[in-house]
């Protein structure tokens, strides 16, 4: 019964509904309570052959009331208990979804989207039920299985009654020691469907992948071990959950032999009539429903205790990016400064970001190059506040960037990640994403400055076109190219490009970054690309390896200094001549 103390929230928030519903089950039980009475009645007014016309209509018309009233009582019930479980279900939902919102970078790294999914729906369902049928369970195997015992006692014989009703207590003791069992069974059932669902939502989103490296028999073995032992699990908590009904008939049996042994004495003893018997097994057979009841509540609490306890669970981590109570609302803009000491990722004892220092003026261009794991993703990273455990200070325009809500921060940047997800809705609702109240002239505008203007107009629908799910029908650069689009139409502030170009030919590169210094004379970029076409014209380039800053300067002073950067600048012009001279002697 833990799981109604932990729900006890939303029970006293809406108490009125459900006591609205409980009231309805019962005048549901006290309608059940009739026809039984009236059978009975009438089979005895049949042996003494005292059976009238008008008593026989009287008899009809209390049936078809009792048919009536249990269609307009169970209505009411159902519209107040199911309706409430929706609602918390909602409230529930909502709850969960907006937690997924708030939570930062770490979260995610912890908890992988299936697992979430599952969460969100499997354990959301259970819990659902508790506020469902666990309460309709509840209440009415109460009310029903009081008022039944009574009616047996006042209308037939108490004695009979005590004798029919010794059998119950061996149906509590099953109950609980099924329903702990249940629990710690069903804990690893959800556990495991979580693991499913990982592996399921892995295997759709990795399809290319795994076709394209041959391994699609590996990976269906795999799949199918994580079935077989999903449905090991489950089989265990179906077996206990099989095991309610059959003790519960058990004991109904037990209790029909005593009605019919102890009743037919009392008949034959003329203690009760034959249609008080008959009514009383009518009873009996009301008193199946709470009897079954019993064993299906457990089974329901058992559950919804133990989805409860994992979204809890989820609901109690805490981000550890936290806004400042008085944090600034007005979106940041100014020159940006730069100073971390020291960075490393949580769990992570290697330092990430070492000394790196960099002040960026408003308006200018920062390009950051370096091999793969330099450090450069990481840099944006802070500068988004993805983490804030970092040794140093980040400031954008004369504040620390921990001194503005998260909102007024990150409206004043655009950033293009390496992965450039793309949703499954329309073209032009993809580059307005951040904004829908966008025109169409100022999506096409920002098309045009990303340089995909063009291809949109050769797609099947132009800027109606679906692009797929996560842009599966683009090509890399396509994509590339509508991200870009997405983070300029805002006209952010500060313009983050983490490696967005390299999927694009030079000709495009060089066209995008000529279209950005015009649009964005006075805004301020940061590039970081493998490519050093990319930021040869940035007013300051930094070069990052292992998380040092190594080189600094313009173009020609990194290219004078004779170091990493010019003999990268040698090797990549050098390949470019190369690839060009055998694109010639191609088409020639």
Do not use: C
């Not at 195997?141 to 059998?167: C, E, K, N, Q, Y």
């Not at 960026?360 to 944006?380: D, H, Y």
């Amino acid at each position: 019964m833990g799981i109604f103390k932990k729900l006890g929230w939303y029970f006293k928030q809406e108490w009125r509904r459900y006591l609205f519903g409980v009231v309805f089950l019962l005048l549901v039980a006290l309608v059940n309570l009739i026809p039984p009475r009236v059978i009975g009645s009438l089979i005895d007014l049949m042996d003494g052959h005292q059976l009238t016309t008008s008593k026989l209509f009287f008899m009809l018309g209390l049936l078809v009331f009792a048919g009536v009233g249990q269609y307009v009582f169970r209505y009411g019930w159902r519209t107040a208990i199911w309706g409430g479980a929706a609602k918390l279900e909602k409230t529930l939902r909502s709850r969960l979804f907006w937690h997924f919102m708030k939570m930062d970078a770490t979260f995610y790294q912890r908890h992988r989207t299936g697992d979430l999914m599952a969460h969100a729906t499997n354990d959301l369902n259970a819990i659902q039920n508790v506020a469902g049928a666990g309460i309709l369970t509840l209440f009415d195997s109460i009310i029903t299985g009081s008022t039944t015992i009574i009616a047996m006692i006042m209308f037939v014989d108490w004695r009979l009654t005590l004798l029919a009703i010794l059998p119950m207590p061996l149906l509590a003791i099953m109950a609980r020691k099924l329903g702990m069992r249940l629990h710690r069974e069903f804990s690893r059932s959800q556990a495991a469907f979580s693991r499913l669902n990982d592996k399921t939502q892995e295997s759709i989103s990795g399809i290319k992948v795994i076709k394209t490296f041959g391994q699609d028999k590996e990976d269906t073995e795999d799949f199918d071990k994580i079935v077989d032992k999903t449905i090991g699990i489950n089989k265990r908590v179906n077996f206990i959950d099989s095991l309610f009904d059959p003790t519960t008939s058990l004991i109904m049996g037990i209790t029909y032999i005593i009605t019919i042994i102890y009743g037919g004495h009392l008949v034959m003893s003329s203690a009760i009539t034959i249609g008080q018997l008959v009514s009383f097994v009518s009873y009996v057979s009301a008193l199946v429903w709470p009897m079954f009841a019993i064993g299906r509540l457990f089974n329901v609490l058992e559950r919804g205790n133990a989805s409860y306890d994992r979204v809890a669970s989820l609901l109690r981590e805490k981000s550890a990016i936290i806004e400042a109570p008085d944090a600034i609302q007005t979106p940041a803009h100014g020159d940006i400064r730069f100073k971390v000491n020291k960075f490393s990722y949580p769990d992570d004892d290697h330092a990430t970001l070492v000394n790196v220092h960099f002040t960026l003026p408003e308006g200018e261009t920062l390009g950051i190059v370096g091999r793969v794991g330099a450090g450069k993703s990481t840099i944006f990273k802070l500068l988004l506040r993805e983490f804030d455990n970092y040794d140093g200070e980040i400031d954008f325009g004369g504040h620390n960037i921990k001194e503005y809500t998260l909102d007024a921060l990150l409206d004043s940047i655009g950033y293009v990640p390496q992965d450039n997800f793309l949703f499954s809705t329309t073209v032009a609702d993809n580059i307005r994403f951040s904004s829908f109240d966008k025109q169409q002239e100022e999506v096409e505008e920002a098309a045009r400055e990303s340089a995909v203007h063009n291809d949109i107009l050769d797609f099947t629908e132009g800027y109606g076109t679906l692009v797929g799910e996560r842009g599966v029908s683009l090509s890399g650069g396509q994509k590339q190219r509508l991200a870009i689009a997405r983070a300029v139409i805002t006209t952010p502030e500060l313009l983050i490009l983490d490696d967005s170009l390299s999927a694009v030919d030079a000709k495009t590169e060089a066209e995008i970054l000529h279209n950005l210094k015009q649009e964005r004379q006075n805004k301020t970029t940061i590039i970081a690309a493998q490519r050093l076409s990319s930021v040869m014209h940035a007013n300051q380039i930094l070069v990052l390896a292992d998380g040092h800053v190594i080189e600094r300067g313009t173009h020609e002073e990194l290219l004078k200094n004779d170091g990493w950067y010019a003999e990268m600048w040698a090797k990549q012009e050098l390949q470019g001549e190369i690839e060009t001279k055998i694109e010639g002697e191609t088409l020639g």
